[in-house]
């Protein structure tokens, strides 16, 4: 599969490297040089491409999608932060025939960690003595804050109890740790997950191009991993 990597970066290179073990190859190479260029010239230079994937920052979503939807290249987005352009991007991508996997978070085990939380949730709301919360952590160049991890972490549990606002740190290399918890007055429960390395989050985001290829749609990785592994980790 000849991939395009839509920002060329710490995730980028990985993903290059990781998708070259692969036996994919990396054809195109988008960086901060093309950040002037507009969807309709980017798209040029995607067509060379089977997929995209695109770790960069939410404001290029947008532009990017498009380029992808006229290049006819499928894309892989795993930058968040554009939520309020979802129904927007939705509508280009399925109006046009494209294709497109997005996800809060690239992970598997971040994907069974929805799963796992969503069930808590459910079993902890028949308790009103136990308040909702969650933390996350990251390194210090992560932009945006709360996670997009975080955020969808919420909405899992918030299907089932109220959750205040997420307490969010960004300092020194962190890949990020997120902990939903449930404190009550005898005792605390904690669900936490903790990523050790990019890789994990580099690895999905190329399971998702070999599975997104020669598709048409627009998909959250959720239904990747059930497909792919026969477990539903949608939410709960």
């Known amino acids: 599969m000849k991939l395009a990597l839509i920002g060329y970066g710490k995730m980028g290179k990985l993903i290059g490297r990781l998708a070259e073990e692969r036996g994919h190859s990396v054809t195109v190479i988008v960086n901060e040089s093309h950040a002037s260029l507009r969807a309709e010239q980017l798209a040029e230079t995607l067509r060379a491409a089977d997929v995209a994937i695109d770790f960069t920052v939410a404001e290029a979503v947008r532009r990017n999608v498009e380029a992808c939807v006229l290049a006819e290249t499928p894309i892989v987005v795993g930058t ?9 991007i939705e509508k280009l991508v399925t109006g046009s025939n494209g294709a497109m996997v997005y996800g809060a978070n690239f992970s598997i085990g971040v994907n069974l960690f929805f ?21 996350e ?3 210090s ?7 997009g991890t975080a955020l969808k972490l919420k909405s899992v549990a918030e299907k089932h ?16 740790t997120h902990r939903l918890g449930f404190d009550g007055l005898a005792d605390q429960i904690i669900i936490e997950h903790t990523a050790r390395t990019r890789e994990g989050f580099a690895y999905g985001a190329i399971m998702a191009a070999e599975w997104i290829e020669n598709r048409n749609g627009f998909f959250e990785f959720t239904e990747v991993i059930a497909e792919k592994t026969g477990v539903d980790v949608g939410e709960h």
């Open 115 to 135: 799963r796992i939380a969503g069930y808590a949730a459910e079993l902890l709301a028949r308790f009103p003595e136990y308040e909702a919360f969650i933390e």
């Open 80 to 88: 968040t932060g554009w939520d309020a352009q979802r129904l927007e």
């Open 141 to 147: 160049q992560k932009k945006d804050s709360p996670s």
């Open 137 to 139: 952590q990251h390194h």
């Open 161 to 176: 109890v109220k959750v205040g606002e997420i307490a969010a740190t960004r300092a020194g290399n962190i890949p990020g």
